[in-house]
């Protein structure tokens, strides 16, 4: 399996993924160990290496002018490295007692074998698509890579209605909602939860929501769509649910993702209860010593809770690279878990939220009580201060910090991570309410609104006492 290289052994380690998570630990690896050392081949089944999903709803929005500029590093860029980087090429199988991987050429069809001594997994995650009568008629699109977006940006070209329905209403339906506005559409949004954002509790979801219908959005809750119904052509002409039909000229699916663990599941590799790969903090796959996993095909470590949580985000993605790329590269490197931070927005209005929800809190059998204040930006007397809510849980007794939702206009949104912090510290609400942030009129009014729902966490931790 190992090639003798001038009186050494050199290694092969084969990555299935091209993208922040696979070619993050290439990169690593590769910094580590010269190409004389250790060979690095990745496969990509797609057009686009290393790029930013993140970004896809601002090229499609308009906001950011071209593709390219969602591409952190181009195949040409990694083989200069010494990566050898075959795109187009899809892993079919993964063979872990021979210690090989099959392959197959996506537009050629022709399939191969390639033998590793290191294996790192980082197929991503695919966009739920749920067995809907006519979700795979032409004009409904999935956004999870660079070619769902051009896909997406050729069908908005084509098409002279100017109507679209959004099904689902978490971060990537309400950014894509917001993006369809910007390109002159007229859009709705099905949502079977009670509230946009299932990710925030139902009361901060709210000002979500006002926001949306502010910007001209028609958002419908509580509608289970149940049938994408199509026209003579065979494409897509509305979305139905249980009581109402919505006209479309084009449905993006905004409902969330999965794992991508087919192959992992295929090779016995263990899985999780949410169906992405188990690692230790290593980010080795457990149970085998060759074997790393990382990005939105793994389960990780709530911090918070103790339980295991699937949260598909570039920042674990690029984190979890930099981890399996030292420890596949001779070096020593852990992921010790996540506190579950998470940043959006819809026009001007700012979502952010970390740690657990209400129903998050319940479900680890947590006791808490909650705070909601609302304060501003900045001092109230200085221009441009802005209205900012924020709601906070504490456990019942101890008074320790379990999450942070933030919503508010400029200067609310990155304020989570005042809270993101004090999570991981495993911190109490009374001793956040002795941070010493930054003030000045500009920037903050002399209470920091985060330290303000702390002092009134604080209380309610006293009172129940």
Not at 8 to 24: F, K, N, P, Q, Y
Not at 31 to 52: C, K, N, T, Y
Not at 174 to 202: F, K
Not at 352 to 365: I, P, V
Request: glycine share 14%; net charge negative.
């Amino acid at each position: 399996m190992s090639m003798s290289v001038a009186g050494g052994t050199r290694e092969r380690l084969v990555v299935i993924g091209g993208d922040a998570a696979g070619m993050s630990a290439a990169s690593q690896a590769r910094r580590l160990r010269g190409p004389d050392e250790l060979e690095i081949v990745a496969f990509e089944r797609g057009h686009f290496s290393s790029f930013s999903a993140c970004g896809i709803p601002y090229w499609v929005g308009g906001e950011v002018a071209d593709r390219d500029e969602l591409i952190a590093r181009t195949p040409e860029e990694h083989r200069a490295r010494d990566i050898d980087l075959r795109m187009r090429t899809e892993v079919t199988e993964i063979d872990v007692a021979g210690g090989r991987v099959r392959a197959r050429d996506v537009d050629t069809g022709a399939q191969f074998w390639t033998s590793y001594d290191k294996l790192v997994i980082g197929t991503g995650a695919r966009p739920v698509r749920p067995g809907l009568p006519g979700v795979d008629a032409p004009g409904v699109h999935g956004v999870q890579t660079l070619d769902d977006g051009q896909a997406l940006l050729d069908t908005l070209a084509r098409t002279r209605g100017r109507r679209a329905v959004v099904v689902g209403a978490g971060y990537i339906g309400v950014e894509m909602a917001e993006a369809l506005i910007n390109r002159g559409y007229q859009v709705t949004v099905a949502n079977r939860g009670r509230e946009p954002m299932s990710t925030l509790d139902p009361d901060m979801g709210r000002m979500v929501h006002e926001a949306m219908e502010g910007l001209g959005i028609t958002m419908v809750n509580d509608a289970e769509v149940t049938e994408v119904l199509t026209g003579d052509d065979g494409r897509v002409r509305a979305v139905a649910t249980a009581d109402a039909e919505y006209p479309a000229d084009v449905v993006v699916l905004g409902i969330g993702v999965r794992p991508e663990t087919g192959l992992a599941e295929a090779a016995g590799l263990p899985l999780g209860a949410h169906g992405g790969l188990l690692t230790d903090l290593g980010m080795r796959v457990r149970g085998y010593e060759n074997i790393w996993a990382g990005g939105d095909c793994v389960e990780v470590l709530d911090l918070v809770s103790g339980q295991e949580r699937h949260i598909p985000l570039g920042t674990h993605a690029n984190k979890h690279g930099q981890v399996i790329g030292t420890n596949a590269g001779g070096g020593y490197a852990t992921f010790p878990g996540v506190v579950g931070t998470a940043v959006s927005k819809v026009c001007d209005l700012e979502i952010a939220r970390t740690g657990l929800r209400e129903k998050d809190a319940l479900r680890a059998g947590l006791r808490f009580v909650t705070a909601t204040i609302e304060s501003t930006s900045r001092a109230g007397y200085y221009p441009g201060a802005s209205p900012m809510t924020v709601k906070m849980l504490a456990e019942r007794r101890t008074g320790r910090l379990l999450g942070v939702q933030i919503v508010g206009r400029e200067g609310a949104g990155k304020r989570v991570d005042i809270a993101a912090v004090a999570l991981t510290a495993g911190m109490t609400v009374e001793q956040m309410t002795a941070l010493d942030l930054g003030y000045a009129p500009p920037f903050s009014p002399v209470w920091d609104p985060v330290l303000v729902a702390a002092r009134k966490a604080a209380r309610a931790v006293r009172q129940e006492g």
